[in-house]
T-cell receptor
């Protein structure tokens, strides 16, 4: 499809395991964002990419979280040594240039047991 | 204090009612403002931008009050399909690299 694609849609893992979440933005969108949303909560900003660069990493909650983007396209969010408090829906969004209109994927629901 | 605050609701209104939501923001240097809509278990989608002069899109009117640091969303003639969570979004300053979302206000429109 033409929208933002995220995988996996659901991931259940055990505490202490590493997980990788993938985001494939809309073709041609240069800006890419990661947010997370816990049950009943608002969206928490994690990181922003412009091209392959991440000028703003201020939202990453700890050094267990990292993200990269390659080829100005696909991005991967990696969470190492997962904890139960990492359980949330991880949302990726992209936009054309610098814009207030973000197009979100359907999210990756992470459950850490 | 949260950067963006909203009344979580829920606002329960009958079809045809007019309903208004407010949102306050803490950073006076905030540049741009938006309302997003999020349906249950779905991703957020842009509803409308909020301009200094206010703007209207059909049944929806958004207004900005910089002096008091709040924005509002007015929905007239509510429809069942308006039931959703409405997210207030603010960019801190100087660009769109970090859109800050409020926790949202839930609206339930009933027959």
């Amino acid at each position: 499809g033409a929208g933002v694609s995220q995988s996996p849609s659901n991931k259940v893992t055990e505490k202490g395991k590493d997980v990788e979440l993938r985001c494939d933005p809309i073709s041609g969108h240069t800006a890419l964002y990661w947010y997370r949303q816990s049950l009943g909560q608002g969206l928490e900003f994690l990181i922003y990419f412009q091209g392959n660069s991440a000028p703003d990493k201020s939202g990453l909650p700890s050094d267990r979280f990292s993200a990269e983007r390659t080829g100005g396209s696909v991005s991967t969010l990696t969470i190492q040594r997962t904890q139960q408090e990492d359980s949330a829906v991880y949302l990726c969004a992209s936009s054309f240039g610098v814009s207030g209109e973000l197009f979100f994927g359907e999210g990756s629901r992470l459950t850490v047991l | 204090r949260k950067e963006v605050e909203q009344d979580p609701g829920p606002f329960n209104v009958p079809e045809g009612a007019t309903v208004a939501f407010n949102c306050t923001y803490s950073n006076s240097a905030s540049q741009s403002f938006f309302w997003y809509r999020q349906d249950c278990r779905k991703e957020p989608k842009l509803l409308m931008s909020v301009y200094s002069s206010g703007n209207e899109d059909g049944r929806f009117t958004a207004q900005l009050n910089r002096a008091s640091q709040y924005i509002s969303l007015l929905i007239r003639d509510s429809k069942l399909s308006d039931s959703a969570t409405y997210l207030c979004v603010v960019t801190p300053s100087g660009g769109y690299n970090k859109l800050i979302f409020g926790a949202g206000t839930r609206l339930a429109v009933h027959p």
